[in-house]
């Protein structure tokens, strides 16, 4: 049973727009949210979190949403840039500092 | 530069063969993960360590074996390969309780 859903495998955003990637879970023991970045023959890189303490969490370009009520995270990321085109996860903590269950990953790729 | 180093990068083997992937950190953190990436799966957790002397099996743990050599370095072993088990490995590091992780660049496993 997949905890952490990320339904769309892929999006494509216009350079300069928003990008919007979405991210659902199960678990309503998930006390911390992330996201991480993955390039091509490269490790994931950590982009930014959330606890579930707040609703939003903003980072330059970068802002994570959380609704607890719906089980529901989105990244934003504005304005969308060519070198965010790379696969980004969702990926979620459980109460107790368990390791990290990802996602399967949304492919974003920025068209200039 | 600080990270996680795996090796090898790179390994084809023959089903029924064994063989032992690294990994090591130089951040002196105390935990460390073992990842794998498949196609459509995004990254599953196989075993973490989340103190030098302790293991824990995660979400695919079947077919591998790990061992917490010292706080530095967290290698996991197959002892017979499958085809199954063709994936991207990613082994990982953090302080316990913390999140952000740091990731190495993978190591990609055939097995024929």
């Known amino acids: 049973d997949q905890q952490v859903k990320q339904n769309s495998p892929s999006l494509s955003v216009q350079e300069g727009r928003i990008s919007i990637l979405n991210c659902d879970y199960t678990?309503?023991?998930?006390?911390?949210f992330l996201w991480y970045k993955k390039y091509p023959a490269e490790g994931p890189t950590f982009l930014i979190s959330i606890s579930s303490i707040k609703d939003k969490n903003e980072d330059g370009r970068f802002t994570v949403f959380l609704n607890k009520s719906a089980k529901h995270l989105s990244l934003h990321i504005v304005p969308s840039q060519p070198g965010d085109s790379a696969v980004y996860f969702c990926?979620?903590?459980?109460?107790?500092?368990?390791?990290?269950?990802f996602g399967k990953g949304t492919r974003l790729s920025v068209i200039a | 530069n600080a990270g996680v180093t795996q090796t090898p990068k790179f390994q084809v083997l023959k089903t029924g063969q064994s063989m032992t992937l690294q990994c090591a950190q130089d951040m002196n953190h105390n935990s460390m993960y073992w990842y794998r990436q498949d196609p459509g799966m995004g990254l599953r957790l196989i075993y973490y360590s989340a103190s030098e002397g302790t293991t824990d099996k995660g979400e695919v743990p079947n077919g591998y074996n790990v061992s917490r050599l010292n706080k530095r370095e967290f290698s996991l072993r197959l002892e017979s390969a499958a085809p199954s088990q063709t994936s991207v490995y990613f082994c990982a590091s953090s302080e316990w309780g913390h999140y952000g992780y740091t990731f190495g660049s993978g190591t990609r496993l055939t097995v024929v």
């Open positions: 990926a979620a903590s459980a109460l107790g500092n368990t390791p990290l269950v």
């Open positions: 678990n309503s023991m998930f006390d911390y």
